[in-house]
């Protein structure tokens, strides 16, 4: 059983924060910090930012990451914006407002003063930025520009063109450099943190491999901060970077930390679809589309005409048909199980059959070619590029594809994990986003744990505990690098025939069709049979080439594919246990005549937080139960 | 399609390395070059061979990772496109393709394809940055930026750090990065008060790191996947010259005794 | 002083130094050529070639303020100074390039790089021996291509341009002139910074302009003379020149 304290400040929620910060978080002095080393890994938008606030502040801080630099983690990718409920087009946005879309957003699975807290944040988060020379979007005069996103009410996202995260990603990298300048923080760039060092239920350290040498080493801190982002590769196609992995978090876990709603994966449904079975990523179209595209598959699963060619009659507009009332502009998750449904029945369209048209032949018409053009220039460019199809002139070719994974490491209010001294910020805990995530609110989210929570809250754990009273000749680093020795021995010494990533591929097509945008109890079991007959086949049949003391890119995979496995599992576990839909978890078994998810607050209404328990057993499932005492339960409708 | 490759091994910084020829028979026009390169090493693989060691990591072309000369050219043969989102059906059937890793001395080879750029963060560390601590500030709107200074900004900003620009340059001079960073900053009223500072510092990193000398033939600029402009170039040459002539040594100068 | 040391020190520094000799050099070859059109304006009433009094006109110039050739051995030590110091810096940069860049591709190709840009080192190579060979030829008459006589500078270019294989050797040269100026004088803009996106078409056409300007100028000279186009100047003694 873990001990889940969550540590919400007992205050009004307006006031929560404030509260916490002046009652309950203890600081430590200037002079003192410099004592406290504290390790970052990861150096995306969380990581970054909150590496560079803690090294002004002057702790001693060491960061990890396993790209050649700090500026490629994919926080960089993130292309729409970030909300910030400034308020600037007096359209009567407020840290309400925000707190109430993302909760609503969320489907009521977050922890309300945590989100609340998260929307009161996002203003300093545009002014630190702006600060620090993010070039966001001006209108004439100067002023900042905003744009809606993601179907709410108000204009409050800010935005520089398509590249919001890597410009805000370039700024905390920049803050980050500017404090390693300073010799305030130390980088180690081609690092894979590969376990956590637990000493006495404390979080002491990490073992990390040098990617270029292969050399492991082991470093002592006094705190570990996980910035390690999402889990959503374990579908081997996402729109994730392909480094993305669930190893730093996975690890965590085995150590005791507890992973919360493993379950919850944000799926985008108007993505480039798969070309083929050597498809390695899956890139994202914005959802702007679908206010001018029309979805069709073609009646016939034996179709061979060209789109062009094939007559109204024989075209299955199947948003149309099956939600009368909102066609194509049906909300995200329902798109995306109907796309997925239509495939299923052999309708799809494209080289694997995963696919359906998003046709603009009636906007066009309609609008004229130079309105759509205009409104999609660099849609259609980025998929002409990719597909080398013009939309003016052939339908686009769209499928779901895995986006954003909610789920993470449970923390509490101080974004501490149960392990005392192990935080987990940005995507990689689990605290703000619920079941589903409001567009444009992970950039928020990760660049508020970074730059304004975590160098505050950490400040309360460090104070109660003596600085540098460990070093890595503790026997716990010992132990644990030999484990992770063993480990890397153990994959080298299989010498099968197959590739960590055929094994990658599929575990993916596993996930996808057991765990993916539609799930239910049979298919589920039947993923929990599959997944560990293929971790067995792994260990029987692996092939890993080269030297484990070199740069070795199939050992580095293999051991973030052997994660993937256990956790795969997890995450069929966890959605097997969710009998109820919620957000972007839509068991089959629970929906409203129309086929939106159907919410279960009587039984569900907590967070599911897992415990390990050790190799080839169960792992123990832990509640956190969510009150709603700010904003009342309500059922999602998007309808009226 | 069937291809013959031609790819640059080295199996460590201080092997001397060499170019070695693969054949593949199973590739697809809608394959990118990078799942090309994934074909290739699941075949070597398979075979017990080494495989091919490349950075890449987002796909998408904003990363910055992925860094590949490819028939001479950095990124290949098409215009403001990364590696990674180069698609085989540029190449035609039977095509031979020579992939090399950025050549710089300031970029030593790493393994393979695998370039060591760390000395792009050093440039950054020089003064690519606004001197700031997290914390409270200003409302952005008290200071207006004049959208076509914050567009023109963002032009600068949109540089991905891929290194392409010192792989393409005849003389492996890295002009480009630098002023495309410093002049992101140096356009924006928060990165004045360090403007020159910022522009003699990391000019001074970027030749300690052993880049060559611009010598303005603005290849830099056509095989840049993000098109950055050389014009950034003759606006931090502009700034390091106002720095180093005109702009006072020591502000604080005016008291001391003269 | 210690701001020029330090620029010096500089790889921007040493450019703005080849910007700034370059356009020194740019600016001596706009009065050369200017000079040199003084041999189409035919001779004054003594018959004594234009060009010929230009000439002497040069030795002279600064007097009574200045004592003779003072002001000509002024501008001849500026300018010796900016071609050392412009070949010094470019090739002291050519030599960090060759570092920077110790292994070379097996192939390299090229998007943008004009020919002119790529060959600067070799024009420029062709350019400084045939500044030491212009001067052995045409200043001090040490190298003798036709009848040479200090002063007669008509009648010296007559007789060595009338032989096709100098004239045609003065004619490449400019050709390659042009090519290095094509090149070198839209750089000096973009290395003294004063390029900018609005005004660089501008710039650049202007620079190609005024290149071919004064290549053509150059060309004419010994073309003119080679193709038998200008007559024979009267001879006229030597003390009528001078004056004395």
Known sequence: MLTLDPKIPVSPIEDAWTFHKNNNLRLVGPKNRPKYKVIVVGSGLAGASAAASMGAMGYNVECFCFQDSPRRAHSIAAQGGINASKNYRNDGDSTWRLFYDTQKGGDYRAREKNVYRLAELSTSIIDQAVSQGVPFAREYGGKLANRSFGGV??????????????????????????????????????????????????SRGIVVRNLETGEITSHAADAVVLATGGYGNVFYLSTNAKGCNVTANFRAYRKGAGFANPCFTQIHPTSIPASGDYQSKLTLMSESLRNDGRIWVPRD???????????????????????????????????????????????????????????????IEEKGIDAVKSKYANLFEMYQRITDDDPVETPM????????????????????????????????????????????????????????????????????????????????????????????????????????????????????????????????????????????????????????????????????????????????????????????????????????????????????????KGEGTEPELNKEPLSFDALPLAARNYKT | MRIKLHVWRQSSR????????????????????????????????????????????????????????????????????????LYMRHFDDGAEIFIEPWRASAFPVVRDLVVDRS?????????????????????????????????????????????????ACPNGSAMLFTSAKASHLGLLPQGQPERFDRAKSMVSQMESEGFGSCRNYAECEAQCPKGISIAFIGRLNSDFLKASLVEPIDRRGDMKAQ | ?????????????????????????????LGHVAGNLKVFTGSNDQGIPHIDEYGQFLKVAGEPLLPAGALLWSARLVLLASVILHITVVVQLAMLSAEARPVSYVKSKKKAASLAALWMMFSGSVIAGFIVFHILHFTTGTIQLGEFEHGYVYNNLRSSFSNPFVAGGYIFVMVVIGVHLNHGVWSMFQTLGIDNPDRNKFLRTASTAVTMAIILGFIAVPASFLFGLMPEAANYAHDLLTGH
């Open chain 1, 153 to 202: 009410l108000v204009e409050r996202t800010f935005y520089c063109r398509g590249e919001t995260g890597q410009q805000l990603l370039l700024g905390a990298y920049s803050a980050l450099e500017e404090q390693i300048a300073a010799k305030k923080v130390k980088m180690h760039t081609r690092h894979e943190m590969l376990d956590l060092v637990v000493v006495d239920g404390r």
């Open chain 1, 301 to 363: 699963a034996d179709e061979k005409r060209a789109p062009k060619d094939i007559p109204e009659k024989d075209r299955y507009y199947y948003l149309e048909e099956r939600y009368p009332r909102f066609g194509n502009l049906v909300p995200r998750d329902v798109a995306a199980r109907n796309a997925k449904d239509v495939c299923d029945q052999g309708l799809g369209v494209g080289p694997t059959g995963y696919g359906v048209y998003l046709d603009f032949a009636a906007a």
């Open chain 1, 397 to 612: 070719r769209i499928y779901p594809a895995v986006h954003y994974t909610m789920g993470g490491l449970w923390v509490d209010y101080n974004l501490m994990t149960n392990v005392p001294g192990l935080y987990a910020i940005g995507e990689s805990n689990f605290a703000d986003h619920g079941a589903n995530r409001l567009g444009a609110s992970s950039l928020m989210q990760c660049l508020a744990d970074g730059y304004f929570i975590i160098p505050v809250t950490i400040g309360d754990y460090l104070s109660r505990h003596e600085s540098g009273d460990i070093t890595t000749d503790h026997p716990a680093f010992k132990e644990t690098e030999t484990a992770v020795r063993e480990r890397v021995n153990k994959l080298m010494a299989v010498k099968g025939t197959r590739s960590a990533q055929s094994f990658h591929r599929e575990l993916g097509k596993i996930m996808w069709e057991h765990c993916g945008i539609s799930r239910n109890k049979e298919s589920l079991e039947e993923g929990l049979r599959k997944i560990p007959a293929l971790r067995e086949e792994f260990w029987r049949d692996l092939k890993l080439p080269g030297d484990p003391a070199e740069l070795n890119q199939s050992l580095e995979h293999a051991g973030r594919v052997l994660d993937f496995l256990d956790f795969g599992e997890l995450m069929c576990r966890d959605a097997l246990l969710r009998d109820e839909s919620c957000g972007c978890h839509f068991r089959e078994e629970h929906q409203t005549p129309e086929g939106e998810a159907e919410r279960n607050d009587e039984d569900y209404a907590f967070v599911s937080v897992f415990e390990y």
């Open chain 2, 14 to 85: 201080s092997d001397k390395g060499h170019m070695e020829s693969y054949e593949l028979d199973n590739v697809v026009e809608e394959m990118s070059f990078l799942e090309m390169m994934d074909t290739l090493n699941e075949k070597l693989t398979v075979e017990g061979k080494e495989p091919v060691a490349f950075d890449h990591d987002c796909r998408e072309g904003v990363c910055g990772m992925c860094s590949m000369v490819i028939n001479g050219e950095a990124h290949g043969p098409k215009s403001k496109t990364t590696t990674c989102q």
């Open chain 2, 119 to 167: 000395a792009f963060d050093r440039i950054i560390q020089a003064g690519g940055y606004v001197s700031n601590h997290s914390g409270p500030k200003p409302d952005p709107n008290s200071i207006p930026i004049e959208p076509n200074i914050a567009e023109t900004a963002l032009d600068a900003a949109t540089c991905i750090g891929c290194g392409a620009c010192v792989a």
């Open chain 3, 1 to 29: 002083m210690n701001r020029i040391q330090t620029l010096y020190k500089s790889i921007i520094g040493k450019k703005v130094i080849a910007a700034v000799t370059g356009l020194i050099l740019f600016g001596f070859l």
